[in-house]
């Protein structure tokens, strides 16, 4: 039996996660292509809509525009999931409609489109004199003010960045893909549901979850699912990531705790975490006074006293990610292998 044999025997067993290690070896090949119309985009089409309507029907209301907010959360995350759900429908019946099924998985993932985002800020550090490309670059891809970032201080930015968006654009998402994997076998929603149903909830946590404006009430659900799914994906990246790193399984356990303990005074419940075992492991210190318009923000220092990281650390914490994606598909393959043994 192959992955491409008809019917509903085809996605049985461990091929669906043969579906989702190509989907993670296509989006390390191409990353998000430009032209390509990006189902994020689409979410965040649909997230501008519902919140016009929304904060019309609210009028300014606290308890209405929470309510609006619990709404909008549970349309657009069942609504993609079920999406998702109904295009693996299509492909259990329809085989030759699986390269679709593995597109969309792929666009889950955001494995290569982060690495050449950070890798552009290195690049522009690296062939310009002047600092303003790269704090251009990095305006890109971080929510702070960039426009007076020391060398050092953008490096601090991109090493965070990478960090944090790891968890949220990579490993979250393949944490549910797999997840989908187990269950899809079974009757229940496959890799793609799980990928988009959680990806619409991201998509909602970067675009309303701000503590600003109508958006205090109105993100709120949104941004409180947002950090609930990515809770145990990110204490997951805490325990693995110093393996990948060399050390052993019973370095692991009390690195992945200082990181916790760390990153706990950081208002997000993962960032702070994710951030600290990157650092940890690197052995460079991050965290500290962030400038977001005319505010600024202690975040807390991380492996505190290690050297600030140069460009070959973020090259480095780059790398550890690319590894750390191998380990858990690996992980994956020899739990589902004994699974369906």
Known sequence: MTLLASGVDSFSGIHPFLLVLAAAGLDRLVGDPRWC???????G????????????WAKGSPRRLRLAGCGITLLLVLGSGGAGWWLEEICQTRPWTWPLLLIALASALAGRSLEQAVQAVLAALKTSTELGPARTALGWIVGRDTTELSRQEI???????????????????????LIGVALWPYGGPGPLAFAWGFKAASTLDSMLGYRRGSLRWLGTAGAKLDDLLVWLPCRLVALSLPL????TARRALPLAQLALQEGQPDPSPNAGVSQ?????CLDVQLGGVNRYGERETQKPLLAAGAPAPEASDVERLLGLSRRLEVLWLAAALLVGAAVHR
């Open 45 to 56: 089409w649909w997230i501008s809509r519902l919140r016009q309507l929304a904060e019309s």
């Open 276 to 280: 600290a075992i990157y650092a940890h």
């Open 244 to 247: 990948v790193q060399g050390h």
């Open 155 to 177: 490096l601090r930015a991109a090493a965070e960045t990478a960090s944090e968006n790891a968890v949220d654009g990579l490993f979250a998402p393949l944490f549910w893909m």
């Open 37 to 43: 119309l990006h189902p994020v985009v689409v979410m």
